[in-house]
């Protein structure tokens, strides 16, 4: 596993895996419940839910994730 890319419609997002170590943190501060951890990685399920508020990104203790909207 590398980085893993999702494309919604108005957002794309990119998880390295070799960085995420699966804490949630993602998960519990997303307010549109985007991401659920899979075999303790973030998988983004609901993308097209995505507000854009960027508070995925900016949780992520091991910086992770990429976010579109979030440069």
């Known amino acids: 596993m590398g980085i893993e ?3 919604g ?7 390295d895996y070799h960085k ?4 949630g943190e ?6 549109s419940s ?3 951890l899979n ?3 973030a998988v983004p399920v609901n993308i097209n ?9 900016a949780s992520c203790p091991e910086h992770a994730i990429e976010h579109s909207a979030c440069l």
Do not use: L
Not at 20 to 23: H, S
């Open 26 to 31: 993602c998960v519990d501060v997303c307010p």
């Open 39 to 41: 075999d303790n990685k």
């Open 34 to 36: 985007v991401y659920e």
């Open 5 to 7: 890319e999702w494309k």
């Open 9 to 15: 419609q108005e957002a794309t997002i990119k998880v």
């Open 49 to 57: 839910g995505c507000i854009q508020c960027c508070s995925c990104v």
């Open 20 to 23: 995420c170590v699966g804490r």
